[in-house]
């Protein structure tokens, strides 16, 4: 049996620090329980930044990617979170891919008491148990009464 693709979709891959530091916790915690982590600054590290074109070169990479992987795992940190992590979020709830959202930042981007993020963002997750697919800390990630627990070992 093959592993399920999962796109991390994050804004870590823009800051050398966040790159070194931040984004390998997430890629490792994630390969342990099993999954095939598609990393989009990994996986477009061989387009040259510097010849004309080379954005669209990304965004269909990235599109591609976001077709054939199983599932997104979204950071969404920020206030308000990633404009490129929103924008492949909203392919993936077009696409009807599971996800799951990443947030360990206290400030609340939403009018809503119960709902830490735009409204929008919670299409992707289903109504019931919302809180199952929506993750606060790293170690939170791989507890087996959570989303992606269940939806890799189904």
């Known amino acids: 049996?093959?592993?399920?693709?999962?796109?991390?979709?994050?804004p870590y891959g823009f800051s050398k620090h966040w790159r070194v530091k931040l984004l390998?916790?997430?890629i490792s915690k994630l390969e342990l329980m099993g999954v095939d982590v598609w990393e989009p600054f990994f996986r477009n590290s061989h387009v040259d930044i510097s010849t004309p074109g080379w954005a669209n070169k990304v965004a269909c990479s990235n599109f591609r990617d976001l077709i054939h992987s199983d599932g997104l795992?979204?950071?969404?940190?920020?206030?308000?979170?990633?404009?490129?992590?929103?924008?492949?979020?909203?392919?993936?709830?077009?696409?009807?891919?599971?996800?799951?959202?990443?947030?360990?930042?206290?400030?609340?981007?939403?009018?809503s008491d119960e709902y830490p993020l735009n409204l929008m963002?919670?299409?992707?997750?289903?109504?019931?148990?919302?809180?199952?697919?929506?993750?606060?800390?790293?170690?939170?990630?791989?507890?087996?009464?959570?989303?992606i627990y269940k939806w890799l070992n189904n």
């Open 24 to 26: 390998p916790d997430f």
């Open 73 to 111: 795992f979204a950071i969404v940190n920020g206030s308000p979170p990633d404009e490129g992590v929103m924008v492949e979020l909203g392919v993936a709830i077009a696409l009807g891919k599971p996800t799951f959202l990443f947030r360990d930042d206290f400030r609340k981007c939403s009018d």
């Open 121 to 147: 963002i919670f299409k992707g997750i289903p109504y019931e148990n919302w809180k199952d697919y929506y993750y606060s800390s790293l170690d939170e990630i791989d507890n087996k009464y959570k989303a």
């Open 1 to 10: 049996m093959s592993k399920k693709k999962l796109y991390l979709a994050s």
